[in-house]
Nanobody
Framework: QVQLVESGGGLVQAGGSLRLSCAAS????????IEWYRQAPGKQREWVAT???????NYRDSVKGRFTISRDNAKNTVYLQMNSLKPEDTAIYYC?????????WGQGTQVTVSS
């Protein structure tokens, strides 16, 4: 059974930082890509960042320069370092991966940024 488990969320003041982790139960290199998504209350889930299997990265415009996606292959973990957090970053953050044609989602971790 393939699992993605997020951790690292919490409450932080505006301007602060958090690092989210997405731990996979299989080698992260076996995934086509691993992405972070987020869903704010009353809003649709939106894509935040992607880590490709080659190590390539992409970000939505609103987080460029503030968020950094990275990985530790030995730990099968993908990270999302979030700096200069804003109240509008408040959401549940989800990890998503595609592996051999199947979609996998984590359970989510809550990030709350107070003003």
């Amino acid at each position: 059974q393939v699992q993605l488990v997020e951790s690292g969320g919490g409450l932080v003041q505006a301007g602060g930082s958090l690092r989210l982790s997405c731990a996979a139960s299989r080698s992260i290199l076996s995934f086509n890509s691993i992405e972070w998504y987020r869903q704010a209350p009353g809003k649709q889930r939106e894509w935040v960042a992607t880590m490709g299997s080659s190590g390539s990265t992409n970000y939505r415009d609103s987080v460029k320069g503030r968020f950094t996606i990275s990985r530790d292959n030995a730990k099968n973990t993908v990270y999302l370092q979030m700096n200069s957090l804003k109240p509008e970053d408040t959401a549940i953050y989800y990890c998503h991966g595609i592996r051999y044609g199947y979609d996998y989602w984590g359970q989510g971790t809550q990030v709350t940024v107070s003003s």
